[in-house]
């Protein structure tokens, strides 16, 4: 039997027979997780690099672990990315990474090298996995 669990800023409908669990800033009713994660940048420039440290933060393997990433600039939408990142052991870490490269990005970054609006960016991030009880 295979359980099903995500962790996001935002709650997801769970699919058809299958356990989920998500986070989210305004559920009250959702479980502990078992991982934590937190994001970095790297070079953000006209393209991105959004990396996330995973922690699996219990003593159950998870399996098909993926991350989805939203990248904001200025409170607007600059792209998202996606990396599938495999099999976490038990209290281990993995690394994820992805690149936003969209014209809209590059579009900001122009503006802002002509003075024209701000670069502040901000990423979300939502990462599902499974793990068997």
């Known amino acids: 039997m295979a359980l099903v669990a995500a962790t996001a800023t935002t709650l997801m409908a769970p699919p058809a027979g299958a356990t989920t669990a998500t986070t989210s800033t305004t559920s009250t009713t959702a479980k502990a997780q078992l991982i934590s994660t937190k ?4 070079r ?28 904001k600039v200025n409170g607007r939408k600059a792209g998202s990315c996606y990396d599938y990142v495999g099999t976490i052991r038990p209290r281990k870490i993995k690394w994820a990474a992805c690149v936003v490269r969209t014209g809209t990005l590059a579009q900001m970054w122009n503006n802002w090298l002509d003075g024209e609006d701000d670069f502040d960016r901000y990423a979300s991030t939502y990462v599902s996995y499974r793990y068997y009880g």
């Open 44 to 71: 953000c420039k006209d393209t991105c690099l959004i990396k996330v440290r995973i922690r699996n933060k219990s003593y159950k393997t998870l399996y098909n672990v993926k991350l989805n990433a939203r990248l």
């Open 39 to 42: 994001v970095y940048f790297g």
